[in-house]
Every structure is written in C-alpha cells, then in structure tokens.
C-alpha cells in the first residue's frame, strides 16, 4: 500500500528538502545517532513518495543530521517506546515476522525500485539499519571517516554488496569494514575527505540530473532487473528467513523476550571495542 502523502512540515524524525533538481531526505534524530525508529522510516516512505510525484526532482539524496549516518535500528528510545505503546506490534511469531518483513525488507525494496536515481551520502557509523539504508540505494558515497558494520541483516545484501569471500570473512568476524576498504570491495562509489562530502554529493547528483529521466529509468530498471534475474530478490526474502530463525533460536535458548535487540546491542559493543 502506498503511504499517505503528508506536507513535509509534518515531518517529526527526517527532513525534506527540495532544491531543483534534487530533494534531500534528512534522517534528523542525531541525539540518537540517527536511529532508524518505526517512525522514521514510515516518513521515509514518505518523502520517497512526494519525490517521486514531484516531476521536477530528478535525484534523492539520503543523508543523516549530526555526526553519523545511522547507528541502525532504534532500540528502545523514549520515541519508540511511547510509539509501540501506542501501536503495538501483533503478537507472536507472525507479529514478529510482520515487523521485521514490514520495516526492514519491503521498505528498502521500494526504495532500491524507486524510479529515480538515489544517492546515499554516509558519513561516521553505518551501523547495520545504517547498511541497508546505505544498501538500498543507487550509489553511495562516504566521507573518509565513515565506518560500515554489517550483519545477518533482515536485508541481507551483504553478499552481493561486498561479495561471498569478504561477506563471510566480515560477518564471521563481526568487524567493521573502513570506508577505503569499502571502496575496494565496490559497496561504496566514492570516498571524500569529510568536509567535502556534502559538495561531491551534490556535484554527483546534478551531474545525473542533466541526462533524461526516462533513460536513467531504464537504465536502473536494467541494472536492478538483471540483478533478480541472478537471484537478488530471491535470496534477500531467505536471507529474512534466516535472521528471523536466529533471532528465533537465541532467544528462545537464552529466555530473553527481546533477545534480538539485546544482542544487537551487544554485538554491536564488541565490534567498536575492536576497532
């Protein structure tokens, strides 16, 4: 179902912004490191909406207010707390497997689709909801300082991101991946010094903006087509499956209602504790 198109002001967790050719999508909650609440990513679909109905804008950036792109998934701020308070999740496995297919897979898989070109400009920690954000996008460029950590994510890209070799070899170590490295692996397109990303940014995307829309879509829907065509969209729907059956296993051998996010949590300390 497409979202409810709602006048930008209204807007309490991103921002957005238009200065033809191009709109801006702002993750604006940088007291938390930018994590991604339900809400956030609800105005996300948003705001990729209006750009996509507004004939003039022609590319989307996506970057994140404040020190770091995105410290991934919101667990348990004040926000979100009062808001699954308020719209609780169905209980249950299904309940469980709704949200994590709801917020995480169907929503990045819109964005991947939309039918202009998108532009992630990452900077500081791009932490697991960081990755897929970052993932979900057409091309994505980093400021030198930035830090990328992936994980059996519910959009798990991760191998065809960086690769099979690499993917194991990140994952089983559970480290961060440096944005040179990230340029070498070809997740990321770019990297700047970290006061010039927002200008590199922007000379990108208007440098996409003067070709023809219709063959920037076909181009993309080209790329993206061949893509599922060798199994992306298959495998991301069994890459959920196995997240969910991880999460699932964890918490029910160590007793933790919230296990999954309890854990996150803790991989995440480790990782930073190693870099």
């Not at 065809?160 to 997740?187: H, M, P």
């Not at 060798?230 to 029910?252: P, Q, T, W």
Request: charged share 30%; hydrophobic share 40%.
């Amino acid at each position: 179902m497409a979202p409810k198109l709602t006048p930008s002001s209204e807007f309490t967790q991103i921002r957005y912004e238009v200065d033809l050719p191009i709109a801006r999508i702002v993750l604006n909650r940088p007291k938390y490191k930018n994590a991604q609440s339900r809400v956030l990513r609800e105005e996300m679909d948003v705001a990729f909406a209006l750009a996509e109905t507004d004939d003039d804008v022609r590319v989307v950036i996506l970057s994140g207010e404040g020190d770091h792109f995105s410290s991934g998934h919101d667990l348990g701020t004040p926000e979100e707390a009062a808001d699954l308070e308020e719209r609780p999740y169905k209980d249950g496995l299904i309940g469980r497997f709704d949200k994590r297919w709801d917020l995480n897979v169907a929503n990045t898989l819109r964005w991947r689709d939309f039918p202009k070109p998108t532009i992630a400009q990452v900077h500081g920690l791009c932490i697991y909801g960081g990755w897929t954000f970052a993932a979900g996008m057409d091309i994505i460029i980093a400021s030198e300082d930035a830090k990328f950590l992936p994980s059996l994510l519910q959009y798990f890209s991760v191998p065809w991101d960086v690769g099979v070799r690499r993917a194991k070899e990140i994952l089983f170590t559970g480290r961060f991946v440096t944005a040179a490295e990230a340029l070498e692996f070809g997740f990321i397109n770019q990297v700047v010094p970290r006061d010039e990303l927002e200008a590199a940014t922007t000379a990108m995307a208007k440098k996409i903006a003067e070709k023809d829309s219709f063959g920037l879509r076909m181009i993309k829907e080209a790329v993206n087509s061949a893509q599922d065509i060798m199994g992306f969209r298959a495998a991301i729907r069994v890459g959920m499956n196995y997240n969910m059956l991880r999460s699932e296993e964890e918490k029910a051998r160590l007793g933790l209602p919230d296990f999954s996010e309890n854990r996150q949590l803790s991989r995440v300390s480790e990782s930073l504790r190693d870099l």
